[in-house]
């Protein structure tokens, strides 16, 4: 199975604050990693799909970048509306492996 | 708009079984591949199951392999998982997902909740 090691696990930011969050794969995944936001007791949205395409919807904020094994979730300037958990996933083969989160708070 | 709503969680014993069902609306549902995750209390999020738009591809995680059968009913719009041997660790928020070509969890349900617990 693929391992998603993603840090940090916590995190606080100010507002206005560039924040980045990566995932490193326990091998290639060619880029077939997505990044999922998720609010409490909310469903996931996802922000990021292929490792570098905004997903429809979402603030250009957010980015993705990355390739091979290593990938990162970049927001550009931090609002309060971005307080969540984040995820990586990667499906680029069955099981589909989650990272085990990030969880953003402001400062 | 795209909708899924889950439906049939509740508290189960130990060793008993349950049946999800997930309604899908907004879309043609036959021509989607749809999948199961699942998030115990207070942890991450784990995938759960898959299986393509026509029933011929289907995948499981180990954790629930043998035990889980994940399925659906095209003409009644349906996603279902059937959940038997059910452990205490298997208690989360179970939903269903449906994917696009380059996104594999591109709409979510509302979830459902599993407890098992005696």
């Known amino acids: 199975d693929i391992k998603m090691t993603q840090s940090p696990s916590s995190m606080y930011a100010s507002l206005g604050e560039r924040v980045t969050i990566t995932c490193k794969a326990s091998q290639d995944i060619k880029s077939y990693l997505s990044w999922y936001q998720q609010k409490p007791w909310k469903s996931p949205k996802t922000l990021i799909y292929?490792?570098?395409s905004l997903a429809d919807g979402v603030p250009s904020r957010f980015s993705g970048s990355g390739s091979g094994q290593d990938y990162s979730l970049t927001i550009s300037s931090l609002e309060s509306d971005d307080t969540a958990t984040y995820y990586c996933?990667?499906?680029?083969?069955?099981?589909?492996?989650f990272g085990a989160g990030t969880k953003l708070e402001l400062k | 708009d795209v909708q899924l709503v889950e439906s049939g969680g509740g508290l189960v014993q130990p060793g008993g079984s349950r049946k999800l069902s997930c309604a899908a609306s907004g879309f043609t549902f036959s021509s989607f591949g749809m999948h199961w995750v699942r998030q115990a209390p207070e942890k991450g999020l784990e995938w759960v199951a898959y299986i393509s738009s026509g029933s011929s591809t289907i995948y499981y995680a180990d954790t629930v392999k043998g035990r889980f059968t994940i399925s659906r009913d095209n003409p009644k719009n349906t996603l279902f998982l059937q959940m038997t041997s059910l452990r205490s660790e298997d208690t989360a928020m179970y939903y269903c997902?449906?994917?696009?070509?380059?996104?594999?969890?591109?709409?979510w349900g509302q979830g459902t909740l599993v407890t098992v617990s005696a």
């Open positions: 996933l990667q499906h680029g083969e069955s099981p589909l492996t």
């Open positions: 997902a449906r994917e696009t070509t380059v996104v594999p969890f591109a709409y």
């Open positions: 292929y490792a570098t």
